[in-house]
């Protein structure tokens, strides 16, 4: 032990009242009550608030991109990272995973609700390089259910075709009524492969199951609540003619006939149809199908494809198409801007609702000779006007 000399001035100088001492023998029982810990009540954790619109756009990652080649860069930062606009701020989706922002619709038209649950951007999913997956001839047949033993090739002719015509001597002229057309399909039966690969690849990479009908689920509308007759102010009838002409259609889809249709990914609109052959105005192109639902029981779903089927008198018994399990190459079919001229010439396809034998179908038809390469593009709203369309590209 060090000497008493050895302490410090310091030390020594300290007062006793500020020393601190070790309690007694005595006292140690009060000790121990004096600093016993107190109970702590337990307190529920804060409510977690969740960020407003105002407050990620302020926090928001923003990056400059690349000037595009027909534009001035102006040195801005942008927010969009595929426009590469700062507006409409409200329309901007960030991604789960990087946190980067995105206007709605600008990458794939067709998107017009925020995504419920987790969404990841293109770039961080991997769509902006879709490959399409090869598939063997057995997989296609098994795949689209293509009837077997019936691979023969049957020139199309439509129904009006084989009638006897009128003679031309005959003083009484009629107006002559637009008749659909079946669509000819591709002689070439690789090249036909090829287009319902493309198909198959994007069903597959959906999750999507093939079916060119029109599906009712036990859980959903049934077949029964179809009915043409509830259509408010009535619905146009598909002729005898034009339908044996669909039932051509579908017929030649059995044996594995296709259009000439190529399912093509962009980067920019997702997934588009192109013409892989010349199509005649007035072709039946397909029939648009998925599982039909009540409008009621959709409300709050973010299919992005679906399609009105009936607006009855009675808005319990409207339907709607929602092809998200199950379709065919409809839907990958995009919309035109109708806010645009430019938009609006691009317009190749109509979907007009037909009653069929009683029951509602969708068809959509070519208002237009198409070309080879050329992709095809319709009208989202029709008659309706309910569909924002002033975004797309």
Known sequence: MAPPSSASPRALSRPVAQRK????????????????????????????????????????KRVQLPPDDDSEDDGEADLCEQCGSGERPEELLLCDK???????LCLRPIVVRVPIGPWHCPYCSGDQNRIIKSFSQKKIVDFFG???????????????????????????????????????????????????????????????EFSD??????????????????ESGGMQVLSKEDTETLEQ????????????????FDSREGYTVEADGPIKDLTIIAEYTGEVDYIRNRQEDDCDSMMTLLLARDPSRS???????????TRFINGINNHTPEGKKKQN???????????????????????????????????????PTHHFV
């Open 21 to 60: 001492l070790r309690p007694s023998a005595d006292s140690s029982e009060s000790y121990r009550r004096r600093r016993r810990p107190r109970p702590r009540l337990s307190v529920s954790p804060p409510p977690k608030k969740f960020r407003s619109m105002e407050e990620i756009m302020r926090v928001a």
């Open 98 to 104: 990087c946190n980067k922002g995105f206007h709605m």
């Open 146 to 208: 293509i009837q077997k033993g019936s691979q023969v090739m049957v020139k199309c002719t439509s129904a009006q075709d084989s009638r006897k015509r009128r003679k031309r001597c005959s003083l009484v002229f009629h107006k002559r009524r637009r008749r659909l057309l079946p669509f000819t399909p591709t002689e070439d039966p690789p090249r036909r492969r090829v287009q319902m690969t493309s198909l198959a690849s994007a069903l597959t990479a959906l999750n999507m």
């Open 213 to 230: 009908e029109l599906t009712y689920m036990p859980d959903m509308a049934p077949r029964s609540a179809n009915c043409a007759k509830f």
């Open 249 to 264: 259609c579908r017929t030649m889809c059995k044996r594995g006939e296709w259009p000439p249709l190529m399912v093509v």
């Open 319 to 329: 339907l709607v198409i929602c092809p998200d399990k199950r379709g065919n190459i």
């Open 349 to 387: 396809l109509k979907c007009v609702r037909y009653n069929v034998n009683g029951e509602c179908r969708v068809l959509l038809v070519a208002v237009r000779d198409i070309a080879k390469g050329e992709r095809l593009y319709y009208d989202y709203n029709g008659y309706e006007h309910e569909y």
